[in-house]
């Protein structure tokens, strides 16, 4: 899990500074929308996740949403303390930074409850398809038997988790693309970035 993680936050580091210089000279406003598309296109990629995907199919679309979140955190950040005067800043800092840990503490409540319910979901369907009646199961079931295994319904079964898991896993990332997608209409409705006149260090 570290391997898989660790160039997404070399990215973000690599991005940052980056980021930083480019909203210098450009509006912050298309530089958040570039973050945001960069995010949504890595967690639709996330969402065609299977339980043979390799290594590096898993690095990638970390290391995207890394540049992505690099992109989004600076600019967004930018954005919002623009228009607080120096005399305020500290106050405003403090706000910011409490709305975004309730933010993600209700982002991670709810994907998941999105988890557990969509796997639930999925595996009641899958295990429809679990029966006498059906040939696939009985002849899977016969082959496992064969290689003297105790138990092939317990083997079966724990396929069946792993691959409801899989599945609801797809489902929320595929619902977190569609969600940075949504959001990006918002971006277009902020205030403009306001440059101060004197250096803010976030």
Known sequence: AGLVLAPGGIAT?????????????????????????????????MSKFTLQTDFWSFVWPRVILGIGMGFLFVPLTTLTLSHISK???????????????????VGVAFITTMLSRRTQFHQSRLSEHINVF???????????????????????????????????????????????????????FMSSYKKQKSTITL
């Open 134 to 188: 059906n040939k696939n199961y009985q002849m899977i079931k016969w082959k496992i038997s064969t290689f003297s295994i105790p138990s092939a319904d317990a083997l079966i079964y724990k396929k069946l988790i792993k691959s409801s898991s899989m599945l609801a896993f797809n489902d929320v990332f595929y619902l977190l693309s569609l969600l940075l997608i949504l959001i990006l209409p918002i971006v277009i």
């Open 13 to 45: 580091m690599i991005t940052l500074p980056l980021a930083g210089k480019i909203i210098q000279k450009n509006n912050p406003k298309w530089t958040l929308m570039l973050g945001i598309i960069i995010s949504a296109l890595s967690t639709y990629l």
């Open 87 to 105: 005399e305020k800043m500290a106050e405003a800092t403090a706000m910011y930074n409490f709305l975004r840990n309730i933010g993600g503490s």
